[in-house]
């Protein structure tokens, strides 16, 4: 009789409270991953967005480096400075162009750039 109630009883694995025990416990791990999956996918775009800003940087910082290597000589410097303050050198021809107005050309040895300036708003004041 000993043996029938041994093998009638089911193992403990298979009993009610295992099963709600295991129930709650994938819940639980559910519940975390259903957290984790927004932070994750969160973490990625700002990794993608920040491992393109590096890239930029980069390039921004051998741009740089470029010009910077260019201002160590001469050529870079005239260059440099020609361009930031639109300057030209003798003997080149000035373009100055108005609204409404004719064109104006001379050459650096003939007038400065100011001269250009004052005739041409003197142009402008007596319309």
Not at 13 to 42: D, G, R, T, Y
Not at 49 to 63: A, V
Request: glycine share 4%; no cysteine.
């Amino acid at each position: 009789m000993i043996s029938y109630n041994i093998m009638k009883r089911t193992p403990l694995i298979f009993s009610l409270p295992s099963f709600l025990v295991a129930f709650v416990l994938m819940a639980l791990m559910l519940f975390a991953l259903a957290n984790i999956v927004p932070k994750a996918w969160s973490s990625y775009k700002s990794y993608v967005k920040l491992k393109e800003e590096k890239s930029k940087l980069l390039e921004d910082n051998k741009n740089i480096l470029a010009d910077v290597e260019n201002l160590k000589n001469n050529r870079g410097i005239e260059e440099e400075v020609r361009n930031r303050f639109n300057l030209g050198k003798e003997g080149e021809e000035v373009f100055v162009v108005l609204e409404n107005q004719d064109i104006v050309v001379a050459t650096t040895s003939e007038q400065t750039w100011f001269g250009i300036f004052k005739k041409s708003i003197s142009n402008l004041l007596t319309f």
